[in-house]
């Protein structure tokens, strides 16, 4: 007892001396629980370690502007570029990482809807893990309910979007995941999702290529079985 109860203790030692992203990933091992770049880790993290990972990013940024050989001391203009980039991953850019999913409330289809229901075009964000670019573009969802879906609020659509794209990913398993979330929230007959976007890792390196799109689209149930319904959502999703 006495062995154990010094093997925790000198455990809690160790956890305390460790960095907020170190203590982080611990439990994620310990859970057995991946943490790929688009990977939701929000309910590892307890309160006031988002703080010390801000601090913690801002510190090792500053190491790479260094290893940039960036004379941050002296430069005016990168004084503070450390922060503002640790603010920017955690904050804004790569948030549905570090955040939990947004409340999205659900009513039951009490009017036993049934036909085909089109949210789009919703401006997407996110960022290409292969070299962090920016991605940007849009997304269409096509949604066919049932009587026993479950159905949210418009604005919701946009809310789950932007949780799924502020994320470092790759746009195919992006709407992969976007689809993923939304079948499981509102229970359709039938769902689509189709993405069109920029990839600035096109743009800012490598071919160089300004007026390259990518687009790749979803179906799943009813678009699946029912080509007239396939192609009535594109026609309309082709108008926006």
Not at 14 to 23: L, T, Y
Not at 47 to 61: H, I, P, S, T
Not at 165 to 186: F, H, K, N, S, Y
Request: hydrophobic content about 45%; aromatic content about 4%.
């Amino acid at each position: 007892m006495l062995m154990h109860a010094s093997h925790e203790a000198a455990q809690d030692a160790i956890d305390s001396s460790a960095s907020a992203s170190e203590r982080i990933r611990r439990r994620l091992v310990a859970a057995h629980q991946r943490f790929h770049a688009n990977d939701n880790i929000a309910d590892f993290i307890e309160e006031g370690e988002l703080d010390a990972l801000r601090d913690e990013v801002q510190a090792r940024m500053q190491e790479v502007l260094r290893a940039l050989v960036i004379d941050t001391d002296h430069d005016h203009n990168t004084a503070d570029t450390a922060r503002r980039v640790a603010k920017l991953y955690l904050d804004e850019v790569f948030r549905g990482r570090y955040e939990s999913a947004p409340q999205v409330t659900a009513f039951p289809n009490v009017a036993q809807l049934d036909q085909l229901m089109v949210v789009g075009p919703l401006t997407v964000r996110s960022a290409c893990s292969h070299h962090l670019c920016p991605i940007e573009g849009k997304v269409w969802i096509g949604v066919l309910p049932n009587p026993a879906s479950d159905l949210i609020g418009l604005s919701k659509y946009a809310r789950l979007c932007d949780w799924i794209m502020g994320r470092p990913q790759i746009q195919e398993e992006a709407i992969t995941m976007l689809a993923d979330e939304l079948e499981r929230r509102v229970r359709p007959d039938g769902l689509a999702v189709v993405m069109q976007a920029s990839h600035a890792c096109m743009h800012w390196r490598g071919v160089k290529d300004d007026g390259a799109l990518m687009s790749n689209s979803i179906m799943r149930g009813a678009f699946l079985r029912n080509p007239a319904l396939r192609r009535e959502f594109l026609s309309l999703v082709a108008r926006g």
